[in-house]
């Protein structure tokens, strides 16, 4: 068994113990049941709470589509308190190793920087994957049963684009991780600016181009429209070269063993 495939062990073993394997689909999953539910039940809401007020609804709101409502699902909830979660979850990736000094020791194995950097990518990675997923399909059903279907030629294709962006979370948390010291200072500057990517999705054409979050938003054209932008492909290998520089960056703070300093 090699080095890389040891890690991987490694680190699901870790995520077993801290029931990391249950309780982050079992989050994700419930954020993809709550948006097409409340969607469908907020005009009922809405008129009990108004009372007879004279407050009207929208009847537009009742002729949602299914890809309107998931594409929801994924502006509201994934790259909201999903985003935030996903981070916290991964903000002791590598620090937990620097600070207990595990990544030292491991070093001194026959174990090279960039098998545990992968093996720790790849871990959090199949683990983040795998609850957006879950969350994901939990989220089609409720829209397909309380809506219109969302056609599987939009809903593959889309999920796979937002993989692309769960990648660029989970490689720029590693990152921030090797970095930082604190915890708390590395869920911050993570959060702050992943979702700040993610607010300025729309805001510039140029902008666009450079943001990895617009891998996001070309899922969520994908599922309302059923058409990917061209810029999709621009997105993509922006995207790839922003994760192959942050694992550069990563795997050159480690070689030259900053973190013996902190």
């Known amino acids: 068994m090699n080095a890389f495939n040891v890690l991987m062990k490694k680190e699901f073993m870790q995520m077993l113990r801290d029931n990391k394997v249950i309780w982050l689909p079992l989050v994700f999953i419930l954020l993809g049941m ?20 004279g407050i009207m609804i929208d009847p537009n709101m009742m002729a949602l589509k299914g890809g309107e409502v998931l594409a929801s699902t994924l502006a509201s909830q994934f790259d909201q308190l999903g985003l935030m979660i996903l981070v916290i979850s991964m903000m002791g990736m590598i620090q937990t190793d620097k ?19 992968a093996g720790k990518i790849a871990s959090h990675f199949i683990i983040s994957a795998i609850s957006v997923v879950l969350g994901y399909v939990a989220s089609t059903i409720f829209v397909n049963y309380l809506f219109t279907n969302v056609p599987f030629s939009r809903m593959i294709p889309a999920l796979s684009l937002y993989l692309v962006w769960v990648l ?37 054409p140029l902008l666009d181009i450079i943001n990895s979050a617009s891998m996001s938003k070309h899922a969520m054209t994908l599922l309302i429209t059923g058409r990917i932008s061209s810029q999709a492909v621009i997105n ?27």
């Not at 520089?245 to 973190?259: A, E, G, Q, S």
Request: glycine share 6%; hydrophobic share 55%.
């Open 34 to 53: 709550t948006q097409p539910i409340v969607t469908h039940l907020m005009p009922s809401i809405v008129k009990a709470l108004a009372g007879g007020q």
């Open 99 to 117: 600070a207990d000094g595990m990544l030292a020791f491991i070093l001194t194995r026959p174990v090279t920087v960039s098998s545990y950097i």
């Open 168 to 204: 660029f979370i989970v490689t720029f948390t590693a990152m921030i991780s090797t970095i930082i010291t604190g915890q708390g200072v590395i869920a911050l500057i993570s959060i702050v600016f992943l979702i700040g990517c993610r607010i300025f999705v729309g805001l510039s």
């Open 236 to 262: 993509l290998l922006v995207t790839s070269f922003w994760i192959i520089l942050m694992l550069n960056v990563t795997h050159y703070w480690i070689v030259n063993k900053k973190f013996n300093h902190e």
